[in-house]
């Protein structure tokens, strides 16, 4: 896993990302611009912020200059806000104080960690590294390196045997007009909502992934281009339904779609990604908010 070491995240009083664990609790960054780095928690107090004098320093405007405070209670660790401005979360609620337990996910500014405690953190640590080579750290969806392979391997097995695959490509529309309009946190919160009420639709045989920014991708075998069609349909209206609410803040958001059917001429995967693609960009053409295939 690659580890984005910068001038603007600084690690004090701990371990680097290199050091053994040994049952030390722990910070895992899941999401953010040093994806992947491991903050030991030896400390009984760490402090989390922009000023550069605290223990896990992020350079970040949506995050305050001493943003929430990690320490050892009676009862384990707490984390704390320290009045911040855009807040801290917990597994995705805002809080004043919360004690952590063993694979909570903590969201300061528009980065997310992972705690890990107890007498298994190495394994822990190792399992969440492999996890975020296979999932998005924001949607908690599979990733485009997952999505690429599986579709790689569908591709393959549908030419093969000549069955029926097909994928349905959708992003949201006006997307940056939310992050500019209500701030880069909301749309990480649309994003993530979105994920959970669209989880709901998803088969165990399929998959669903994020592809890219706002755009998505869901994997359908034996699927053909009728049957995508109606699906994306479905998915398009679940979101045009959907009120998202974040921070008493609500909004709606719509999302365009495009359908891609595996055809004899298709060569690659790559031949079947630009096919939706293509669709999507007409969907959007034709004035957003509809599906195309």
């Given at each position: 896993?690659?580890?984005?070491?910068?001038?603007?995240?600084?690690?004090?009083?701990?371990?680097?990302?290199?050091?053994?664990l040994g049952g030390t609790d722990c910070l895992i960054q899941i999401y953010g611009d040093a994806l992947g780095?491991?903050?030991?928690?030896?400390?009984?107090?760490?402090?989390?912020?922009?000023?550069?004098?605290?223990?896990?320093?992020?350079?970040?405007?949506?995050?305050?200059?001493?943003?929430?405070?990690?320490?050892?209670?009676?009862?384990?660790?707490?984390?704390?806000?320290?009045?911040?401005?855009?807040?801290?979360?917990?597994?995705?609620?805002?809080?004043r104080s919360a004690v952590l337990s063993n694979g909570d996910l903590i969201k300061v500014g528009d980065t997310?960690?992972?705690?890990?405690?107890?007498?298994?953190?190495?394994?822990?640590?190792?399992?969440?590294?492999?996890?975020?080579?296979?999932?998005?750290?924001?949607?908690?969806?599979?990733?485009?390196?997952?999505?690429?392979?599986?579709?790689?391997?569908?591709?393959?097995?549908?030419?093969?045997?000549?069955?029926?695959?097909?994928?349905?490509?959708?992003?949201?529309?006006?997307?940056?007009?939310?992050?500019?309009?209500?701030?880069?946190?909301?749309?990480?919160?649309?994003?993530?909502?979105?994920?959970?009420?669209?989880?709901?639709?998803?088969?165990?045989?399929?998959?669903?992934?994020?592809?890219?920014?706002?755009?998505?991708?869901?994997?359908?075998?034996?699927?053909?281009?009728?049957?995508?069609?109606?699906?994306?349909?479905?998915?398009?209206?679940?979101?045009?339904?959907?009120?998202?609410?974040?921070?008493?803040?609500?909004?709606?958001?719509?999302?365009?779609?495009?359908?891609?059917?595996?055809?004899?001429?298709?060569?690659?995967?790559?031949?079947?990604?630009?096919?939706?693609?293509?669709?999507?960009?007409?969907?959007?053409?034709?004035?957003?908010?509809?599906?195309?295939?």
């Amino acid at each position: 896993m690659k580890d984005n070491n910068n001038d603007t995240t600084r690690v004090t009083s701990m371990h680097s990302i290199s050091g053994s664990l040994g049952g030390t609790d722990c910070l895992i960054q899941i999401y953010g611009d040093a994806l992947g780095r491991k903050y030991e928690l030896y400390d009984p107090i760490c402090t989390i912020g922009r000023d550069p004098q605290n223990e896990v320093v992020l350079d970040s405007d949506s995050v305050s200059r001493r943003h929430a405070i990690l320490e050892l209670c009676d009862a384990g660790r707490l984390i704390r806000d320290l009045d911040s401005t855009n807040g801290t979360y917990l597994n995705d609620i805002q809080i004043r104080s919360a004690v952590l337990s063993n694979g909570d996910l903590i969201k300061v500014g528009d980065t997310i960690f992972k705690y890990l405690s107890g007498s298994n953190v190495e394994s822990l640590y190792h399992e969440e590294i492999y996890n975020m080579t296979i999932s998005d750290g924001l949607t908690q969806i599979s990733n485009k390196r997952f999505l690429m392979d599986h579709l790689d391997k569908e591709f393959s097995r549908a030419k093969r045997y000549d069955r029926q695959l097909s994928i349905v490509m959708f992003d949201l529309d006006h997307f940056k007009d939310v992050n500019d309009q209500y701030g880069h946190l909301t749309g990480d919160y649309v994003l993530k909502e979105l994920a959970v009420i669209l989880k709901k639709r998803i088969r165990k045989e399929e998959v669903f992934a994020r592809y890219g920014g706002e755009e998505f991708v869901v994997v359908l075998p034996e699927s053909d281009r009728e049957s995508a069609f109606q699906f994306g349909e479905i998915l398009r209206s679940m979101v045009e339904e959907h009120i998202f609410e974040f921070e008493g803040q609500p909004l709606r958001v719509t999302i365009s779609v495009g359908i891609g059917t595996l055809q004899t001429a298709m060569e690659t995967i790559s031949d079947l990604i630009k096919q939706a693609d293509e669709f999507l960009y007409e969907a959007k053409g034709a004035g957003r908010n509809q599906v195309k295939g």
